[in-house]
Structures are given as C-alpha cells and as structure tokens.
C-alpha cells in the first residue's frame, strides 16, 4: 500500500497462516476481494487486514479475529452465531464484497468496532528511551537520544512527549517515527533553500556499528553532520497564536515587531514575521528576543542571514503545506555551524516545532483545533496541573487521541 501509515503496522509473522481457525473460515475468506485496490484476487481475512492497514502480528491478527466475531454477535442479539471474520470485515468495509457479488450490509457499530481493534492492533509499544551499548550517548534531550558517531551524529527520536519544557511520563506510540518521517519529507523537499544536515535515514546506509540495532532504529533515527548549535531559536510567525498573541496583546508588538492594531487572536498576519527566541538551558524556558539582541548575540552578518533564510524556509514550506489543507501557524528552526558554513538542523516542520491548523476549520478570533501539541496542552491545562514536574501520566483517551493527531499530520503533509 501507498499510504504513510502502512509502515506504522508492526511487522507480519511466519505463523499467520496457521492460525487453527483459519481453515474452518478459508473458503469464504477466500471469497473476499478487495475492490478498492482493483485487483481481482481472492484475499484471506489476514491479507485482507493487510492490504487495508498493512502487517499484524499472529497474535493480534487473532485477538482481532476473535474481537470481531465477538462484535458481531454482540450485535446480532448474542445468539453467539458462529461466525467467519470475512463477515464482520465486509460489514464494516462497503469496499469488500463477496466473490458471488453479495454486499453485506454496511453495519457502523462493526465498523467503529473493526476501527478500534485495527488501531489497538496496530498500536506497537511506546519507546520512552533508548540504550544502545557500543554506540556513545551524547545527550538525551527531551525527545530524542543523540549518540556521537564521530563525524555524524545519531539522532534517535523516542516517542517520548514534551509541553510546557516538561516531559510526560507516558510516551505516544509511533510518536518518533512520525516526526522523523515528516522531518525527512521537509528536509528533502526544502534542500534547495539551505544546506541541511540530512546524511541518511535508511539504517543500511548509517554506519557499521549502528547495524546490530536495525530494528529498532528503523524509521525513527537520522544520521547528521555535526554541527555547532547556535544558541537561538529560529521562529517564524504567519498566524497570531501562542507567546504571540500573549505578547501582542500586553504591548501590540512580538518580539519588538509592532503589529497593526485590533488583530484578532489566531489572525493571518499581513506578511510572516521572524521572532527569534533564546535557546534555554535545560529546565527553564525560552525567551522572545528582538533582532538587535539576536545581532548582538550572534553578530548582524550572521542574524540576517538566519532571518532571511527562516523566513524562506517558511514560505515555501507553508505553502506546500498550506496545498494540503494545513496552515503553519508558526514554526521553529534550528542552525548550526559546519566548518564555518550555516546549515539548517534539528528537526524542522513537524508537529512538535510548529503548530499546524486544518485549514478547513480556521476561524479568526479564538484558537484553533490543531494537529499539533496543543491537544495535549489543553488537556493538561484543563486537569489543572501547574506546569512544573512531575507531569501527571496520561490517560489512554489522551495518548490515542495524540497519536491520532500525529498521524493525521503526517498523512496529510506527505501524501503524495
Ligand atoms: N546536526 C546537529 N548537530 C549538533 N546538535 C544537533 C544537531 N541537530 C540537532 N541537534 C541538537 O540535538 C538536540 C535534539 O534533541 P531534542 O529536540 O530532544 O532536545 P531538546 O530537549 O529540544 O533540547 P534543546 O532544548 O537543546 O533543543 C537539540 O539540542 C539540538 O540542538
Ligand atoms: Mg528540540
């Protein structure tokens, strides 16, 4: 399959076939085919799963099995019918039809029921940290462990999450491999703008000593050149939202920016803004600094130049994006030094640097829904902790509703 999620299924076992129930079930399972993709072949209830959301495991192909009969008895006043999964599945997919042509009704208590197995199903453990011996830790930031490699460095991204600079205890599934896929779908698609720091993302083109860790560095790790960070965040503004809107509304400026007067909050700003922010040390918070003070940090020569090429980056990533029914909000950018030369790093784009806005929804005048953090900062706002740690461990509701965040940026953004 085509879809961005696919690789976000866990990996198929040799033993799928032998499931003991799977030959009582095999003829009319056989009889399934999946219109959607044209083909004309006859599929297994399991291939069938697997052409719609990719590999599952033995195990949870099974559990899934049996969840849907039990759904569909459920459903059918417990008469405890035995059942064949092929049914539950056409009954929740109008795509699927019986080779005789029969259509099953479409039945959406089965279909909220296949959806939710399919996702539980899908789910693969969260990764709150890694350890790999042999290969030297840097640091551990507080979402991804960078190991030194010498000249380049491993950047593995955890599934850990961060708001308000504090690290939940529970981590989101598949989180890191998310954000590395839409890390790497930018850094490739904005190469032309400025260099990167992009070496390889495909673990049979990192290093020798990374290969005995393939598995578990698979999608969610890049290799980079080592740079020299430099101490500021790079942010660009095209929405008024977050420190933003805060700021503009204690003084009508952001970042010493004067702004016109009466903008709304989440208003479209007439042309993108830089506003740059201190990069802090860990355990306290970034801070908004105008562009004399980013010139006095950095020199002028260099703040320019770190302006004009945010503000390029941006354009020209919000308007693909924007092609995709997302609006950037705001974004933030990291550069380093490699011998001398500015190169773009860190992670760019993705729903942890920016806040992303369906486009479809915007509206002027409050603040929107948004496939960023922003869910769980409301959450987390409304249980009324107070931003310092420990942050309270998040319920399953939370995560899945996250996870479901990430994923839909990432479709969306990188669909072809
Ligand atoms: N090419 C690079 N060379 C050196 N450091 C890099 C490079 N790319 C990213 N980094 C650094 O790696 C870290 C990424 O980890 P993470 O985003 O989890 O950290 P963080 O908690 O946000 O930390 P920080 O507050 O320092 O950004 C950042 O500190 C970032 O500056
Ligand atoms: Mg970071």
């Known amino acids: 399959m085509g879809s961005p999620l696919s690789k976000f299924m866990q990996p198929i076992s040799e033993e799928t076939f032998n499931h003991?129930?799977?030959?009582?079930?095999?003829?009319?399972?056989?009889?399934?085919?999946?219109?959607?993709?044209?083909q004309g072949g006859g599929y297994s209830t399991t291939s069938t799963i697997r052409a719609i959301y990719g590999s599952v495991s033995?195990?949870?192909?099974?559990?899934?099995?049996?969840?849907?009969?039990?759904?569909?008895?459920?459903?059918?006043?417990?008469?405890?019918?035995?059942?064949?999964?092929?049914?539950p599945l056409t009954m929740a997919f109008p795509q699927l039809v019986l080779k005789n042509g029969e259509t099953p009704a479409f039945d959406p208590f089965v279909h909220s029921v296949v959806q939710t197995a399919l996702e539980d199903c899908m789910t693969a453990a969260p990764v709150f940290e890694t350890d790999f011996p042999g290969l030297p830790l840097k640091a551990r930031g507080k979402?991804?462990?960078i190991y030194d490699l010498g000249e380049h460095l491993l950047i593995v991204a955890?599934?850990?999450?961060?708001?308000?600079?504090?690290?939940?205890?529970?981590?989101?599934?598949?989180?890191?491999?998310i954000l590395t896929t839409i890390s790497s779908f930018w850094f490739r698609a904005l190469a032309e703008v400025v260099e990167n720091h992009l070496v390889a993302t495909e673990v049979e083109n990192f290093p020798e000593q990374c290969k005995p860790y393939a598995k578990a560095l698979a999608d969610r790790s890049m290799?980079?050149?080592?740079?020299?960070?430099?101490?500021?965040?790079?942010?660009?503004?095209?929405?008024?939202?977050?420190?933003?809107?805060?700021d503009y509304r204690s003084d009508g400026s952001v970042c010493g920016i004067k702004l016109a007067e009466g903008l709304l909050e989440s208003a479209r700003l007439e042309s993108p803004i830089f506003t740059p922010s201190t990069k802090a040390e860990k355990g306290s918070h970034d801070e908004n600094i105008d562009f004399d003070?980013?010139?006095?940090?950095?020199?002028?020569?260099?703040?320019?130049?770190?302006?004009?090429?945010?503000?390029?980056?941006?354009?020209?990533?919000?308007?693909m994006a924007g092609q995709r029914g997302i609006i950037v909000a705001d974004t933030k950018f990291e550069f380093g030094l490699v011998g001398g030369k500015l190169t773009l790093i860190d992670e760019i784009l993705t729903p942890d640097s920016s806040r992303f806005w369906p486009a479809d929804r915007y509206q002027p005048g409050r603040s929107q829904q948004s496939f960023d953090k922003q869910y769980l900062r409301d959450y987390?706002?409304?249980?009324?902790?107070?931003?310092?740690?420990?942050?309270p461990v998040l319920p399953d509701e939370v995560v899945r509703n996250t996870r479901t965040r990430y994923l839909e940026a990432l479709e969306r953004l990188t669909k072809s």
């Open 380 to 391: 987390l706002d409304q249980c009324g902790w107070d931003r310092t740690p420990p942050a």
């Open 293 to 319: 003070t980013l010139c006095h940090q950095v020199g002028t020569d260099l703040a320019e130049q770190l302006r004009d090429l945010s503000l390029a980056l941006y354009e020209k990533g919000a308007a």
């Open 58 to 87: 033995f195990e949870k192909a099974s559990n899934l099995h049996a969840g849907l009969c039990a759904a569909k008895s459920g459903r059918r006043g417990g008469s405890g019918a035995r059942c064949c999964a092929a049914s």
């Open 223 to 246: 290799l980079v050149t080592k740079a020299e960070p430099l101490p500021v965040e790079c942010i660009v503004r095209g929405y008024l939202s977050g420190s933003g809107w805060r």
């Open 20 to 38: 003991k129930d799977h030959e009582e079930h095999k003829e009319l399972d056989e009889k399934l085919i999946w219109h959607k993709m044209g």
């Open 143 to 145: 979402v991804r462990d």
């Open 158 to 177: 955890t599934d850990r999450i961060s708001a308000y600079d504090v690290i939940m205890p529970t981590a989101i599934p598949d989180k890191g491999r």
